[in-house]
Structure formats: structure tokens, C-alpha cells
């Protein structure tokens, strides 16, 4: 199966389910055709029709938003965008003052294969840490704290995060499907 | 010409340009299809072309932008998204502290008849305000302040504001070309 991908943060924490399922993957990096939505299953099933029209195997993409309620769900699934941009610092500075950090990760996973597009989503709820805090992972890592956890993403091990994430329980999803059609 | 807007802002400054060129309009509220990208000009003709998918005529469509410099380009092409969560607040708070207020609205209008897709550019270079004021337009334009100025869009009359405008460009653009090939 094809991975598309130009993130090898991304690579590196999905490629050990890929293992575990017994599948192979190679990874493109043909451009992802984006569409503007607030909806990453929208992004995610669009960028997965239009990669397959350019491969022409079966393949993965993912789209991940990251929803800060008293932003009114800001980034969203401009999560990256707005990391190239503004960045963590930006968030924060956004966030100075409000006591409701509550934040949502949420992957969408879409597979295709010229007859079916499917996808699976994964949610992680926590919330926006105060200061920017650790040095695992990347985009939002530091700045986002777990449900459950006193630690941001970037401040758990590569293992302790992967065991956890919105991305992991995507791609389980996935897979775990795959398993039963394929 | 199908003119493809929700925006009822949008209409009142450009409907004036299509008549004085003596081109009835029709307006149109199909969706309107957005890539994900930072430029509007791909924005506008990626629309274009999808929404003559849809409607099978001859139409005009636009995407406009805001660049801030010291934000490294944000909101840029995600100008709506952004307005619709953060809002001009949150703009205000991002520039809290910051000298450089440099920014740049850019409006790309694309025309689209099944055979062309044109794409026509207008700018307006200006500044971010230190706070919102004025009660004209939509959107960014209470916090807009275009060179040459000492008061945000949203001070400014509707005519003075439509006599300078970074959409008014674009569409002038659009109908000088429009004339000349028809």
C-alpha cells in the first residue's frame, strides 16, 4: 500500500501499524491536493481521490485538525498553515488570558483504491498548555496536553504518544477494516 | 454573466463594474469549491473551473486574500476561515506589540466559459490598525488601513472604498479583458 506523505514525523508513527497488519508501504510524495474545508474527512477523502488519480494504487493519506473551542474551532484543518504562519507562539498569544484551553485533535485517514474511498477518524480531546513545553514530535506537539495527562505531546516519548494519538487510533481504524475486506 | 457569490458585500461593490460595461449579471450561490492553497489565484481558478462543471455558463468568481507580514503571510488565502473563528480581535491581538503593521489585501477574480480560465489580480497595499473603527464593508475592513489612508475601509464611504479597492482592480481587469475578446 501507498503512504502519501511528505511529514516523516508522520511516517515514523504510523509505519509500526502498517508492520503489524503484515503490509508492505511505500511512500509518495506527490503533491496532496487539498480542498479548503473545515471538515478533514472532506480534505482527507478529496486528497485520497485525487492522489489515487495520479498513482493509480491503493493508498493513504491523512488530514489532521487541531479545534480550540474558545476559538471557535480554530486552526481546524488549517491546523498546518497556521503552524507555518503564526506557529505555537501565535496560539498561545491568542490564548493569553482565557481559561478555556480545551482543544481537539482529530486525523481523518482515507484509503482508495479506484472502487472505494474510505475513511476513519480518530479524536484525542485535551487542551492548550499554558507555555510550550518538550522536544518529541512536531507542530503542536508542545503546546497540547492529552486528556488524562500533565505532560504536553512533545514532552512523552516517541512510544508513550504513538501509544495514545488521534493519528494512531485513525490508522488502527483503517487497518483494522482493511483486515476484514482485503 | 453568472456572477457565483454568497457574499451580498461582495455584489454591492462589483454589480456597478459589470454595468458599466454594459454586462447583465446573474448571480449564482452554488457552493464554491476551495483547494487548500495560499495563493488565490489557484483558489479562484480551481473555483471557476469547478463551478462551471456545475452551472455550464459563462461565469466570474473571485478569492481574496490577506497577507500581514509579520505574520509570515497569515490569514493569507484562509482570510474567511479565520475571520469567521478569530476574528479582526484576534488579528489585533496577534499584531499586539508589533511595529511592522504592513499588509496587503490581494483579490484574484477568475472567468471561466468552458473553453478559458482567465485569472485577474488586485491589490491594495496598507496597514493593520491598532484597532477596529468604522462600520462599512465586511469583514477585515475595520481594521484595513489601504496606503495613502489615515482611516480603516470601514471609515471610509462605500464609494470612496469602491473607488480604490483591491477587488474593484481585479474585476476592472477582468471586464477590460473581457471587452477586448468578446
Same mark, same amino acid.
Given at each position: 500500500?501507498i503512504?502519501?506523505t511528505?511529514n516523516?514525523?508522520?511516517?515514523l508513527?504510523?509505519?509500526?501499524l502498517?508492520?503489524k497488519?503484515?503490509?508492505?508501504?511505500?511512500?509518495?510524495?506527490?503533491?496532496?491536493?487539498?480542498?479548503?474545508?473545515?471538515?478533514v474527512?472532506?480534505?482527507?477523502?478529496?486528497?485520497a481521490?485525487?492522489?489515487?488519480?495520479?498513482?493509480?494504487?491503493?493508498?493513504?493519506i %491523512?488530514?489532521?485538525?487541531l479545534y480550540?473551542?474558545a476559538l *471557535?474551532g480554530?486552526?481546524?484543518?488549517?491546523? $498546518?498553515?497556521?503552524? #507555518?504562519?503564526?506557529g505555537?507562539?501565535?496560539?498561545?498569544?491568542?490564548m493569553?488570558?482565557?481559561t478555556?484551553?480545551?482543544a481537539?485533535?482529530?486525523?481523518?485517514?482515507?484509503y482508495?483504491?479506484?472502487?472505494?474511498i474510505?475513511a476513519f477518524?480518530g479524536?484525542m480531546?485535551?487542551?492548550?498548555?499554558l507555555a510550550?513545553?518538550?522536544r518529541?514530535?512536531?507542530?503542536?506537539?508542545?503546546i497540547?496536553?492529552? %486528556?488524562g495527562?500533565?505532560?504536553?505531546y512533545a514532552?512523552? *516519548?516517541f512510544?508513550?504518544?504513538v501509544?495514545v $494519538?488521534h493519528?494512531? #487510533?485513525?490508522?488502527a481504524?483503517?487497518?483494522?477494516?482493511?483486515?476484514?475486506?482485503?
Amino acid at each position: 500500500m501507498i503512504v502519501v506523505t511528505g511529514n516523516p514525523h508522520k511516517l515514523l508513527e504510523i509505519r509500526p501499524l502498517f508492520e503489524k497488519h503484515g503490509i508492505r508501504i511505500e511512500v509518495s510524495q506527490v503533491d496532496k491536493m487539498e480542498v479548503k474545508s473545515d471538515d478533514v474527512v472532506v480534505v482527507a477523502r478529496e486528497a485520497a481521490k485525487a492522489a489515487y488519480r495520479v498513482l493509480k494504487r491503493p493508498l493513504v493519506i %491523512d488530514d489532521t485538525g487541531l479545534y480550540i473551542s474558545a476559538l *471557535s474551532g480554530f486552526p481546524g484543518a488549517y491546523a $498546518s498553515f497556521v503552524q #507555518k504562519t503564526i506557529g505555537n507562539l501565535g496560539i498561545l498569544k491568542l490564548m493569553e488570558g482565557i481559561t478555556d484551553r480545551t482543544a481537539n485533535f482529530v486525523t481523518a485517514a482515507a484509503y482508495a483504491d479506484g472502487k472505494n474511498i474510505e475513511a476513519f477518524v480518530g479524536e484525542m480531546p485535551g487542551r492548550i498548555a499554558l507555555a510550550p513545553s518538550g522536544r518529541e514530535g512536531f507542530g503542536y506537539d508542545p503546546i497540547f496536553i492529552c %486528556d488524562g495527562e500533565m505532560r504536553t505531546y512533545a514532552e512523552m *516519548s516517541f512510544s508513550e504518544k504513538v501509544a495514545v $494519538s488521534h493519528r494512531t #487510533k485513525a490508522f488502527a481504524s483503517l487497518l483494522d477494516w482493511y483486515d476484514r475486506v482485503r
